[in-house]
């Protein structure tokens, strides 16, 4: 504790009291000395702050600063060296950072509840349709409410669009329906008003809403007395009673405006469509397990005495915080977690090597530095201060990249992907990785320092000539770089699995060709008194007026974009075919288009006929079925001429015709399951109208509001993008976590090579004497250039060895997110090592070239 | 000297002490010395503090002896008071004195 200059006579007193004392009583004595030293803490403090302070040979800011103009004289010297080190760990804390945010938004997220532990996520399942987190049915809802014993209360909401009138423009406003019980299971109690009560949730009560937080306070300023005023949503005024706590603007909820009671009890409930998101608040005495347990046998009894709509649907239910994410999403955080890990690892081990390196081969400054009479302190605090500079440095750049990544993926996945959204630069992680990085160079600098300063002087100077760390400390790097190759190699592997299935699922065919479409939506709001007339005048007034508008050659529309959007989900009956038992019925997705949407998309009718004008209300209803669906449940036969009866309909639709396939959202080599309606039949409130136009979505955004709001200028409109831009969207946040995957790999790769040319270009330097000696001698250039490329390959084939050991082991777990390709892709498994192994060999030929156009009298002769 | 020209009551003992000692004030002697005299032990360490204190401002200087057997072959630290520490001393002194002059306190005696 004391500084030096005290401590020797410090010691010296208390060893004279303690033998003055032991003559005498030797605890008493023992005793002495403890108490001494304890109570001389204080003093010592004061002395060592002293010290400090008053340094009597110059002041510490001299030598501080001292040490930084050394410092930067020495990173100058060596602009390699600083610049691969700084740049090194900035992209280390660059993506660090940026991931750990996106993992800690998931994982930490505050979840919009009081006590999210005790709640649970109850989820529809069904395994044969690899559905794990899907949405629950009302008519399931009121059941599991009824029989539920686990929960203290249940809650179910669904997210919902109004046309919000009576402001100066029509406004469309996002929101919530949800049962009374959502305050009392999430326990959010209303910032100012009250909640539902029990029964307004109910067919008939009087329309009530609350306002979210966030509205509140951007429309109406935060008035208290906005209670009791009324909205206008889809034409039904609703009183406003209450503000709910601004935490429930989270994830998707994040644009909720209004929050109105979900109404479940009119008529049968209905249990073929699943929409409903149930969250419940454990019990007392209940266990997440048993809770479990519970809503499984639930989930199996309604799959028995609900056959039709049931069968293979099941219940389940897990702690919310692990709901998050599904399960490919749990796999994808796995892997970022991994790759960032080994990122992390590699760019350290860059830069420890790079450290030890410089360190052995400064052994000899530092011991004629320590032989002019410098203490062992003194040469230790240089050597950190350098390696300080590169840590600020390297923070710096590194905070910057980690914001930029930031920004780039939210771009990248063009808003689609919440997560991303959520992981804004998470402070946290932030600061914790700002203390890793400041302290990991100071860590790797205190090794070398302190070997280096450790050798006595004499030794340093008389072998200065090999000053090479010896055989440990060359043994040390080489592990380090096979480490390296193989950690790069695992993420090559990986990264190359995931492009290519991407590109792989970008390569399936469209179906049909998208240049030159625009696209925009357009919601009626769901008044009660819209008849289906109404609608169908609507919109194909509608159509007329984005003709014109954009002097579109054609303009059709339909309730679901292709390949973009999925339709509504519905099981269907085949008439005249067996229920079989146990087996999930016939699913597809129905679509409703206009009359010419086949002509417009250019979509060929393979067998029978597409939809006619004399398809109305008057004729029989008919569907069109997609290339994809009839193979698959007519899979020997025409389903022309067939009837199928679509869940929740009681007409059968007769299938008048066969349709060319469009791309399935989803990630299915398969076409998309679709059943297409008429518009002509069945009137939809919300559809997108298409048109094929030369003219770019920017352009022509004003003339289509224009055009829309002089058919009716209480309709909002919505989306307008082109077909391309529609498309991208869909698999956005894919495309955001591939990039990142690539990045790292590319990264992965550059840091393996400098890794390598590292060692490589040090070794050389390190044998200049024998290459000298061995050139001198007449040895070949070309032979000289073998021995040392053949050093450095050694070094690199062990690593891919083992990279490829590890990649393989990790591509059984990458399983559901490859497509298109086997796990242990051949051209990826070849392709990537021997990219690598390329790679390498450049980082390992410019040392080697260097060594033999070394002249030889130089060399020999500088020492 | 910091805080005024005027020694505060450890300082004061402190170099009275090494005044008293000569030539053999070091650290355990002037333990030993104000042990003895005053009635006070402090720790080693702090007597360490304020004479370091007291060396930055000119009122003691240390030179540092031969090493002795008894003290584990470790080297003594002597202290000598310097003209400067004798005036601030005596300066000290006479101020305490004119401020008691026509007092009697008595600490037992109730108010």
């Not at chain 1, 390196?357 to 003194?378: D, F, H, P, Q």
Request: hydrophobic share 45%; glycine share 10%; charged share 20%.
């Amino acid at each position: 504790m004391l500084p030096p200059r005290f401590r020797e006579d410090h010691l010296g007193d208390l060893q004279e009291g303690y033998q003055r004392r032991a003559t005498a009583d030797v605890p008493g004595a023992r005793r002495w000395y403890v108490r001494q030293v304890l109570r001389s803490l204080p003093g010592a403090v004061l002395l060592r702050y002293r010290s400090w302070h008053h340094h009597p040979t110059g002041t510490r800011m001299d030598t501080a600063v001292q040490d930084m103009r050394y410092g930067l004289r020495a990173l100058w010297k060596s602009p390699g060296f600083a610049l691969v080190s700084i740049l090194t760990l900035a992209l280390a804390i660059g993506v660090n950072t940026s991931i750990f945010s996106l993992i800690s938004a998931v994982v930490f997220a505050d979840l919009p509840m009081r006590d999210p532990d005790s709640v649970a996520l109850i989820r529809g399942t069904n395994a044969e349709l690899a559905i794990d987190q899907g949405s629950v049915s009302p008519g399931d809802y009121m059941d599991l409410v009824v029989r539920s014993r686990s929960f203290a209360s249940l809650a179910a909401l669904t997210e919902a669009q109004w046309v919000l009138t009576g402001g100066e423009a029509p406004e469309r406003v996002e929101g919530i329906q949800a049962s009374a019980g959502l305050s009392e299971t999430w326990q959010l109690p209303p910032v100012i008003g009250r909640g539902f009560a029990e029964g307004e949730d109910r067919w008939g009560a009087p329309s009530v809403a609350m306002l979210t937080y966030g509205y509140w306070q951007e429309r109406y300023g935060g008035r208290t007395d906005v209670l009791g005023e009324t909205l206008r949503l889809d034409d039904v005024e609703h009183t406003i009673i209450g503000v709910t706590d601004p935490r429930l603007e989270f994830g998707s909820l994040r644009d909720a405006k209004v929050v109105v009671p979900l109404i479940l009890n009119y008529g049968e409930p209905n249990r073929s469509v699943r929409y409903l998101t149930v969250t419940g608040r454990l019990a007392e005495s209940a266990t997440h397990a048993a809770a479990t347990a519970e809503v499984r046998r639930i989930g199996e009894d309604l799959a028995q005495e609900h056959p039709v709509e049931d069968t293979g649907w099941g219940l389940w239910s897990a702690p919310v915080r692990e709901s998050l994410i599904d399960d490919n999403g749990d796999t994808l955080m796995l892997f970022l977690q991994l790759t960032v890990t080994m990122v992390i690892l590699i760019a350290c081990a860059n830069v420890a090597n790079m450290l030890l390196a410089r360190a052995t081969s400064r052994a000899r400054e530092m011991a004629v530095r320590s032989a002019l009479g410098a203490s062992r302190g003194r040469v230790v605090r240089q050597l950190l201060t350098e390696s300080l500079m590169i840590s600020v440095a390297a923070t710096t750049i590194g905070v910057a990249t980690a914001y930029g990544l930031n920004r780039a993926l939210i771009w990248i996945s063009a808003g689609q992907e919440p997560v991303f959204l959520m992981a804004e630069l998470d402070g946290r992680v932030l600061s914790f990785t700002l203390v890793v990085c400041l302290l990991a160079p100071i860590a790797f600098g205190l090794f070398p320092a302190l070997r280096a300063s450790g050798a006595g002087p004499e030794a340093a100077l008389r072998d200065g000539r090999s000053g090479d760390g010896g055989l440990r400390g060359k043994r040390a790097r080489s592990t380090l770089v096979t480490a390296q190759v193989a950690l790069a190699l695992t993420l090559m592997v990986v990264a190359a699995l995931l492009t290519r299935s991407v590109a792989n699922l970008s390569a399936r065919p469209l179906g049909f060709d998208p240049s030159g479409i625009l696209t925009l939506r357009v919601d009626l709001p769901e008044s009660t008194d819209a008849t289906p007339e109404d609608q169908r005048s609507f919109f194909a007034r509608a159509r007329d007026a984005v003709k014109e508008a954009v002097g579109a050659r054609s303009v059709a529309l339909v309730d679901a974009l292709a390949a973009a959007d999925v339709g509504r989900r519905r099981s269907f009956v085949i008439e005249g075919r067996e229920v079989v038992e146990g087996r999930a019925q016939p699913a597809g997705f129905v679509v409703t288009a206009s009359t010419d949407y086949f002509d417009f998309l250019g979509l060929a009718v393979e067998e029978g006929r597409g939809f006619a004008q004399s398809d109305d209300d008057a004729s029989f209803p008919v569907a069109v079925v997609s290339r994809s669906i009839a193979d698959r449940y007519w899979p020997d036969r025409d389903p022309v001429g067939d009837r199928i009866q679509v869940s929740g309909r009681e007409d059968w639709l007769q299938v008048v015709g066969v349709v060319g396939d469009v791309r399935s959202e989803a990630d299915t080599d398969q076409g998309a399951l679709n059943i297409y309606r008429p518009l002509t039949q069945e009137a939809r409130g919300g559809m997108y109208l298409l048109a094929r136009t030369g003219i770019d979505a920017g352009a022509a955004a004003g003339p289509l509001r224009q055009a829309i709001h002089g058919v009716d200028p209480n309709q909002p409109v919505d989306r307008i993008r082109t077909m391309r831009r529609a498309l991208y969207e869909t698999g956005a946040s894919t495309y955001a976590l591939l990039s990142l995957f690539v990045t790292f790999a590319v990264f992965a790769l550059l840091m393996a090579a400098i890794g390598i040319y590292g060692v490589m270009a040090y070794s050389v330097s390190q044998r200049r004497n024998e290459i000298g000696v061995r050139m001198a001698l007449g040895a070949e250039v070309r032979r000289v250039r073998w021995m040392i490329v053949v050093q450095g390959v050694r070094l690199v084939v062990v690593g891919v060895g083992l990279g490829l050991v590890a990649a393989f082991a990790l591509s059984r777990l990458l399983g559901s997110l490859v497509f298109g390709i086997s796990t242990s892709d051949p051209l990826t498994f070849v392709g990537a090592p021997a990219v690598l192994i390329a790679v390498a060999l450049i980082a390992n030929v410019i040392p080697a070239r260097r060594a033999t156009l070394m002249d030889p009298a130089r060399t020999l002769r500088a020492d | 000297m910091p805080r005024g020209d005027f020694l505060g009551e450890f300082e004061q003992m402190l170099l009275l002490a090494v005044a008293r000692l000569r030539d053999d004030a070091y650290g355990m002697s002037i333990v030993q010395e104000l042990t003895e005299t005053a009635g006070i032990e402090p720790a080693v360490a702090s007597v360490y503090a304020a004479l370091d204190r007291l060396e930055r401002g000119g009122l003691v200087v240390s030179t540092v002896g031969q090493p002795t057997p008894e003290r584990g072959g470790r080297a003594k630290r002597y202290f000598r008071l310097l003209p400067a520490g004798a005036h601030a001393l005596v300066r000290s002194r006479a101020a305490l004195g004119a401020l008691w002059r026509g007092l009697d306190l008595d600490p037992d005696a109730r108010a």
